[in-house]
């Protein structure tokens, strides 16, 4: 440990490094560690990384999307079933809401962070055709948060 403290005695750091990604494609690979490996979306661990580099404290409006009666889903049809149901979802709500960043929040239950109000958010939901006749059915809850503290 002494000749490592003498041959780095004269060693300056750079303060400003990061290791946070700056371009697209390192924050893919950066996520990729961060990702459901089920649905391929964000997991929650994921929210406070993405906020050190993107959403830097702006304020956001927070949907969470709870899935109801999902059990009997799995139960009727299997849970493989179910997990191909989770997958279209995951690909459903990505592709409705490209620009907004989409997380796996547990099983069944589902986070969109958007800058701005999503008025017909639920109503878009609802047209996910895999809910008609499924009993499975969902809620949305809206809030507004002013920092990553009350998203988190």
């Known amino acids: 440990m002494e000749a490592a403290l003498e041959v780095l005695v ?9 290791q946070l990604p700056t371009t697209s494609i390192e924050q893919e690979r950066f996520a990729y560690f961060y990702r459901d490996r089920l649905t391929n979306l964000f997991v929650y661990d994921y929210l406070p990384l993405l906020a050190l ?14 899935l109801h009666n999902f059990s009997q ?6 849970w493989k079933e179910g997990d191909e149901f989770l997958i279209k979802f995951a690909e459903f709500l990505e592709k409705l809401y490209v620009d907004k960043y989409v997380f796996r929040i547990e099983g069944d239950d589902f986070m969109l962070l958007s800058s701005s109000k999503l008025d017909d958010i639920e ?5 996910f055709p895999l809910l008609e006749g499924s009993r499975v059915s969902l809620s949305v809850e809206e809030r507004y948060a002013k920092n990553l503290e009350e998203i988190i």
């Open 73 to 78: 889903y799995n139960a009727t049809f299997s």
């Open 53 to 66: 580099y993107d959403l830097k404290e702006q304020p956001m409006y927070v949907y969470t999307i709870r």
């Open 123 to 127: 109503e878009k939901l609802h047209t």
């Open 10 to 18: 004269n060693v300056e750091l750079d303060e400003t490094a990061s």
